[in-house]
Each structure stands twice: as structure tokens, then as C-alpha cells.
């Protein structure tokens, strides 16, 4: 019997069903003829805890840190106890195996841990599906690759993993006991992802409450031109009083013009006009839906997560959600029409937008060279009831479609004019656009604040009309959004200097990955490290006592980019994976030793003074309590322990340690709490 292992049932119904002999559902796998396919939910097994090495552990001691396994060991996630079994009966049964994860380095690791860890040890083939459709994955079966090819990918993710619960365990314990000794009875969780995430929402809010805002003076002047008027704003020159983004800091000079400008003459110096055509926004990957959802609809990131989550695998109307593509297999590109009108045709507006489509046009966003281990969000197929979906279900699921329709929709073309002035010796510049071709635009509802401007002829005069000076002042930046943060997060070279690095991180995922982002955000509000003031996100005091008491290095994104240097070295196979480990270990060891819990009480005070917002307490029972050693030892040997008596765990992205035992979500790769 051959057995194909998927990485979640989704992918294994697919692959079922381009077999050659029909399938039958038994409990735990499909059957077709010699073949069995069965599935993992994400990740079946986790890093143990660290009491699994060492029942002293259990206790939390600085004197025990770093705490570093001799011999790594895998434990089965709770809820994942009843799939290891029937992997464990069908491995039996089987004479070959097929390792059927994603084609990316955590897709690598979660099924082949779980054929380790079951002790399979015959023949392993591997199988890439990028695309769920039938032909694709009948294609993909044709072509069985040995899964040795894969070694280095394998190594890599397993590296990651390690370095995480490595960097996440210890870091969390030591500031959680150092905190301890300043008087602060709760968990301090330190992560690679997380604290990065938090310190990025920490200077934010400093940066607004440092802000001191000054006026500027702009000029305005209003013309008549040959055909109509417009309005002109002055470029002051640079002999005048001027910031960094060249508005006017002294009034003086612009009220003088001002005086001057009624009823003078000038010219149309400069006249730059041109045709411009701008195609449809992208599909949606997760996170780009997470962004707009907050902005249209005021969704928090994990709320978005949560609904597709419903639409993909309750209602079966979208595609796998938590991808990071924005582009669609060139395979699909036929089968659109079908599947579009089939999937809208219970809702008038999308229903009115499939008949206005032209399902010939392709554009940009087909290009198997662009999909990687998952495609971007499209509509299954299935139709649509919006009637009995949730607002939140039907809101999301018309953005996902209108995205994906817009890809049949003419460009936007616009007529883009820029024209200066010269006036009394000084220069006037006015922009508008004229749309020429609505294309795509009218199924969004983006507005254009930019006026359309009359027919203009370079050289003609120009005669003001009126002129005023404007005083307006500078706004400090807006604090982040669920919107904001994950753009943020998404584009996180923004926030580095270092050129190297900022490549880095613009050729990765940014900080977190799409199925990590809304739980990242989650834990911080969780405990108590973000606050949540109507759609602002703000750090609480414990979260800036957090952020000032901890190494600077651990608070900055720069650690991802050379954590994925080095990763990507592995998974190339052009590194071994365990002189990444050791650098991470040295890395550690000088960490743990700037723990300091005089630094940290300074923190907490210098906190307490500050205008952060305090946050809500945690529940009861859910609070993290540290406990005092025994056999009368000091203070700095005083150790803790959970509430629940279970181990700090950390989220296979991210390494951030928790006290909860995590649970397992359908689908998901990740371990811990997602943070």
C-alpha cells in the first residue's frame, strides 16, 4: 500500500481525487484503490518543554539559564493525538510513503517530523502541489520527486525551530524572574517576532507624545486661464525659511506675495501632460486582506483570520486563506468565467459586476512564476448565499470576488497633468487628472481627491484672481491600526537602516508570516502589552517597561533579516544548520547576561510616570503567578512556574514563549500561542 501524507485535509481531498480509482472517506484518510492519503493538521507534534529534559524545570530559576536540550525531543500536540494514531496504523500497512507538504521549509518539516517520529524509515518520494486543481495535482503526481532532494529544506525549518523555542524559553524565563525581583507578578514574554512587533508600537506612541507641532504657511492662488480657472499653490525657493518637506515656516514672505498677486499676470512656463494606465489591485493575500478589512470594515486582524477561516473550510466558498501570495495559478485563468459566475450568482452587485467582465482579458496577476507554496484568495467556485452568512462572512467574501473580477476589468486610464507658473518672478504649480477610462475603478470605492484641471497650452497667461495664506500645523504620525501594523509588519525593511538588512527583509515575509500576524497582535493585547483604544493601538506601561528594560537588539526586526540570511544559506544546502544554533547560543548567553532587574524596575516606574495606558488585569486563573523557590534560596534563585503547571512554549514563526498549552487549529502550522 502506498501512502500519501498531506500537510491538511484540504490538500488531501485534491490530491484524492485526481487519483485514478475513486476515493472512500474512512476516518482519518481517503482511500483509492492501493493508495491511502491521509493528512496532518498543521503541525502535529511540538518542541517538548523543557521539564521533558529535566523534571528541575518545572521550577523557573535564573541559576538554570540558558537551558539548552542535549538531545532534541518532539511531543504530539494534544489535540493532534487522534491523527498521529491513524498515521501510526497506515504506516504499518504501507511499503512506500509520500511526504505531500507545502512546497516551502515549514511544509518540509511538519510532515516529514511526523514520519520521523513515527519511526517510518522505508522509502520517502516527495510531492509538490501548488495548485489545487485536478489536471495540476494529476501532473504533480506524474512527476515524484526523492525526498533526500529535500534535506536541506528539512534542516532549515528544523534549525528555525529550534533557535525559536531556544531564543523564546530562556528569554521569556529571565525576564520573567527578573521581573519577579522588581516586584512585577506576571509574565514577561520575550520572542523574536513578538518583541520586535511590540517595539515597533512602543516608538510609535513615544514618537507621538515627543511631537511638537509648529505652523507652516502655505499660499494658494487662484487663475483664469483661456479655458477656466484652477487653482495654483507656491513653491517658495530655497532662500526662504523652509522645512524638510519644503513648507513655508514663516508667514512674512507669503503674505507679502499675497498682497502683491491680485490682478497680475503670468505665464504657463512648464506643462507636463501625459496618459497613464494603472491596472486592477492584486488578488488578496491574507494580510493585504487584514489590512483593507480593518480600514473598510474596522475588523481586527485576528477577526479577519477567524471569518476566512468560516468562508474556507465551514462554508467551502474561498480558497485556502492564510496565504502570503497575491497571484493565481495561469491554470485558472480558463476556468474563471465558470467559477466566478457559479460563486456570485446569489449577490445582485457581484452578479452585475461578472456580466460587465471580460473573462478574455489576462492580466498580471496569472503567473505560476509568482505562486509559491499557496495562491492568492479566490472564490471556490461554490455559490455564494450571502443571506446566510454573517456581515462580517458576506463583507469579506464580496472583497475577496470584486479582487478577483477586477482582473477581467480595462485599466484605469487617466490623463495626468502638471503645470507651473511663473508669476512676479516666483513659481505656482497646480496638478489634476482627468479620467478617461474608468476600467476597474468603479467596483472599488477609492476616491480621487485630485481636480480635474481646464485644457491648458503652454505658454498662454495666466491672471490671478485671489490669493490667501493658509495656516495650517504639523500633525504628529497616527498611532498604528490593526491596518497599520500589519502593513507594518508586512513591510518592515521600512524601519531599518542598515542597507543589507532592509534587502533582506523586503526578499522575506516582513516580521510574522500571514497565519501568524493576527495572533501576534492578539497575545500582545492578551497580556496586557498592547492596549486598544478604538482602532489605535497602543503600548501599555508594562509594555514600555518591557521594551526599555530589554537589550536594544532584542526589540529591533534586525534579528529576523539575519536569522533568514542565514537560514536561507541552509535550506540552498550552502551551510550546516548547526553553526547557526551555536551563534544563536553566544547571541543568547550575552542576553541573559544584560538581564537586569534594577534596569527593569527603573522601566516599570519610569512606566508608571508615563502617559501609556494601563491595561485591563488578565482574567482570573489566566494570570501568570511566580512562585518562590525552596530550601531557603535568595531571591536571584527564586524560581517560577506557570499557573496551569505547564511548560513556556513558543509558536514555531516567531519563538515566543507562553504559559498555556497550545492548541492546535485546524489547518494551522504553528505551535504555541501564535506569537
Known amino acids: 500500500m502506498r501512502l500519501i501524507v498531506a500537510e491538511k485535509p484540504s490538500l488531501a481531498?485534491?490530491?484524492?481525487?485526481?487519483?485514478?480509482?475513486?476515493?472512500?472517506?474512512?476516518?482519518?484518510?481517503?482511500?483509492?484503490?492501493?493508495?491511502?492519503?491521509?493528512?496532518?493538521?498543521?503541525?502535529?507534534?511540538?518542541?517538548?518543554?523543557?521539564?521533558?529534559?529535566?523534571?528541575?524545570?518545572?521550577?523557573?530559576?535564573?541559576?538554570?539559564?540558558?537551558?539548552?536540550?542535549?538531545?532534541?525531543q518532539l511531543v504530539p500536540r494534544p489535540q493532534a493525538r487522534g491523527q498521529l494514531a491513524v498515521l501510526r496504523k497506515l504506516l504499518k500497512r504501507a511499503t512506500s510513503v509520500v511526504h505531500a507538504g507545502d512546497p516551502d521549509r515549514e511544509g518540509q518539516l511538519l510532515v516529514q517530523?511526523?514520519?520521523?517520529?513515527?519511526?517510518?524509515?522505508?522509502?520517502?518520494?516527495?510531492?509538490?502541489?501548488?495548485?489545487?486543481?485536478r489536471p495540476a495535482v494529476a501532473k504533480a503526481l506524474a512527476r515524484l520527486e526523492d525526498n533526500q532532494r529535500y534535506q536541506p529544506l528539512f534542516a532549515a525549518a528544523e534549525a528555525r525551530s529550534r533557535a525559536d523555542w531556544l531564543y523564546g524559553i530562556n528569554l521569556t524565563r529571565a525576564w520573567t524572574l527578573i521581573g519577579r525581583q522588581a516586584g512585577y507578578d506576571g509574565l514577561l514574554s520575550v520572542g523574536r517576532v513578538q518583541t520586535p512587533v511590540l517595539g515597533l508600537v512602543v516608538r510609535r506612541d513615544r514618537e507621538i507624545a515627543a511631537f511638537e507641532p509648529y505652523p507652516f504657511y502655505p499660499l494658494w492662488a487662484d487663475l483664469a486661464v483661456a479655458a477656466g480657472e484652477l487653482r495654483a499653490w507656491w513653491l517658495p525657493g530655497e532662500n526662504q525659511p523652509l522645512d524638510a518637506q519644503?513648507?513655508?515656516?514663516?508667514?512674512?514672505?507669503?503674505?507679502?506675495?499675497?498682497?502683491?498677486?491680485?490682478g497680475s499676470q503670468g505665464r504657463l512656463a512648464t506643462l507636463e501632460q501625459r496618459r497613464q494606465r494603472q491596472a486592477a489591485p492584486l488578488p488578496y493575500?491574507?494580510?493585504?486582506?487584514?489590512?483593507?478589512?480593518?480600514?473598510?470594515f474596522g475588523l481586527s486582524a485576528k477577526r479577519v483570520l477567524d471569518v476566512c477561516q468560516a468562508l474556507y473550510e465551514r462554508h467551502q466558498l474561498i480558497t485556502y486563506p492564510r496565504s502570503d501570495c497575491r497571484y493565481l495559478p495561469a491554470a485558472h485563468h480558463g476556468e474563471a468565467a465558470r467559477t466566478l459566475a457559479?460563486?456570485?450568482?446569489?449577490?445582485?452587485?457581484?452578479?452585475?459586476?461578472?456580466?460587465?467582465?471580460?473573462?478574455?482579458?489576462?492580466?498580471?496577476?496569472?503567473?505560476?512564476?509568482?505562486?509559491?507554496?499557496?495562491?492568492?484568495?479566490?472564490?471556490?467556485?461554490?455559490?455564494a448565499d450571502v443571506e446566510r452568512l454573517t456581515r462580517d462572512e458576506a463583507n469579506l467574501f464580496r472583497l475577496i470576488a470584486r479582487n478577483v473580477l477586477a482582473q477581467f476589468y480595462p485599466p484605469l486610464e487617466t490623463f495626468e497633468t502638471r503645470a507651473l507658473f511663473e508669476i512676479l518672478d516666483e513659481r505656482f504649480q497646480a496638478?489634476?487628472?482627468?479620467?478617461?477610462?474608468?476600467?476597474?475603478?468603479?467596483?472599488?470605492?477609492?476616491?480621487?481627491?485630485?481636480?480635474?484641471?481646464?485644457?491648458?497650452?503652454?505658454?498662454?497667461?495666466?491672471?490671478?484672481?485671489?490669493?490667501?495664506?493658509?495656516?495650517?500645523?504639523?500633525?504628529?504620525?497616527?498611532?498604528?491600526?490593526?491596518?497599520?501594523?500589519?502593513?507594518?509588519?508586512?513591510?518592515?525593511?521600512?524601519?531599518?537602516?542598515?542597507?543589507?538588512?532592509?534587502?533582506?527583509?523586503?526578499?522575506?515575509?516582513?516580521?510574522?508570516?500571514?497565519?501568524?500576524?493576527?495572533?501576534?497582535?492578539?497575545?500582545?493585547?492578551?497580556?496586557?502589552?498592547?492596549?486598544?483604544?478604538?482602532?489605535?493601538?497602543?503600548?501599555?506601561?508594562?509594555?514600555?517597561?518591557?521594551?526599555?528594560?530589554?537589550?536594544?537588539?532584542?526589540?529591533?526586526?534586525?534579528?529576523?533579516?539575519?536569522?533568514?540570511?542565514?537560514?536561507?544559506?541552509?535550506?540552498?544546502?550552502?551551510?550546516?544548520?548547526?553553526?547557526?544554533?551555536?551563534?544563536?547560543?553566544?547571541?543568547?548567553?550575552?542576553?541573559?547576561?544584560?538581564?537586569?532587574?534594577?534596569?527593569?524596575?527603573?522601566?516599570?516606574?519610569?512606566?508608571?510616570?508615563?502617559?501609556?495606558?494601563?491595561?485591563?488585569?488578565?482574567?482570573?486563573?489566566?494570570?501568570?503567578?511566580?512562585?518562590?523557590?525552596s530550601g531557603g534560596q535568595s531571591r536571584r534563585r527564586s524560581g517560577t512556574k506557570s499557573s496551569t503547571g505547564t511548560q513556556s512554549s513558543t509558536d514555531t514563526k516567531s519563538g515566543t514563549g507562553t504559559t498555556r498549552k497550545p492548541r492546535s487549529r485546524r489547518g494551522s502550522r504553528t505551535q504555541g500561542s501564535g506569537s
Not at 517530523?113 to 486543481?133: F, I, S
Open 13 to 72: 481531498r485534491a490530491i484524492a481525487a485526481a487519483l485514478p480509482a475513486p476515493a472512500v472517506r474512512r476516518e482519518g484518510y481517503l482511500e483509492a484503490g492501493d493508495t491511502c492519503v491521509s493528512w496532518c493538521l498543521g503541525h502535529l507534534l511540538e518542541q517538548a518543554p523543557p521539564e521533558a529534559y529535566d523534571p528541575r524545570y518545572q521550577q523557573w530559576r535564573l541559576d538554570d539559564l540558558p537551558i539548552v536540550p542535549g538531545r532534541w
Open 113 to 133: 517530523e511526523a514520519l520521523d517520529y513515527l519511526g517510518w524509515r522505508g522509502p520517502l518520494q516527495r510531492l509538490l502541489v501548488q495548485d489545487l486543481n
Open 246 to 262: 519644503s513648507r513655508l515656516l514663516d508667514p512674512r514672505p507669503a503674505q507679502a506675495l499675497a498682497a502683491r498677486l491680485p
Open 285 to 296: 493575500s491574507l494580510s493585504a486582506l487584514q489590512v483593507d478589512a480593518a480600514r473598510r
Open 342 to 383: 457559479s460563486a456570485c450568482q446569489h449577490d445582485a452587485t457581484l452578479t452585475q459586476w461578472v456580466r460587465g467582465a471580460d473573462f478574455t482579458r489576462r492580466s498580471k496577476a496569472w503567473d505560476d512564476a509568482k505562486v509559491g507554496a499557496h495562491h492568492a484568495l479566490a472564490p471556490s467556485g461554490r455559490p
Open 431 to 629: 496638478k489634476g487628472r482627468e479620467i478617461l477610462e474608468p476600467g476597474w475603478k468603479p467596483l472599488f470605492t477609492t476616491r480621487d481627491d485630485v481636480p480635474t484641471l481646464p485644457a491648458l497650452h503652454q505658454g498662454e497667461t495666466a491672471r490671478v484672481l485671489g490669493a490667501e495664506v493658509e495656516s495650517r500645523e504639523t500633525r504628529p504620525p497616527e498611532p498604528f491600526t490593526d491596518a497599520s501594523l500589519i502593513k507594518a509588519m508586512m513591510n518592515i525593511a521600512r524601519y531599518v537602516d542598515d542597507p543589507e538588512v532592509k534587502r533582506t527583509l523586503r526578499e522575506t515575509d516582513g516580521l510574522g508570516t500571514e497565519a501568524t500576524r493576527a495572533g501576534i497582535i492578539e497575545t500582545l493585547l492578551t497580556r496586557g502589552y498592547l492596549v486598544r483604544e478604538a482602532k489605535a493601538l497602543r503600548a501599555s506601561r508594562t509594555g514600555h517597561a518591557l521594551i526599555d528594560s530589554l537589550p536594544p537588539a532584542a526589540s529591533q526586526p534586525e534579528r529576523t533579516a539575519l536569522w533568514e540570511q542565514r537560514l536561507t544559506r541552509i535550506a540552498e544546502g550552502n551551510a550546516a544548520a548547526q553553526p547557526f544554533v551555536d551563534a544563536l547560543l553566544t547571541d543568547l548567553r550575552q542576553l541573559l547576561g544584560q538581564a537586569s532587574a534594577g534596569k527593569l524596575d527603573q522601566a516599570l516606574k519610569a512606566a508608571r510616570q508615563s502617559a501609556a495606558p494601563e491595561a485591563a488585569k488578565p482574567a482570573r486563573g489566566k494570570r501568570h503567578t511566580a512562585k518562590r523557590g
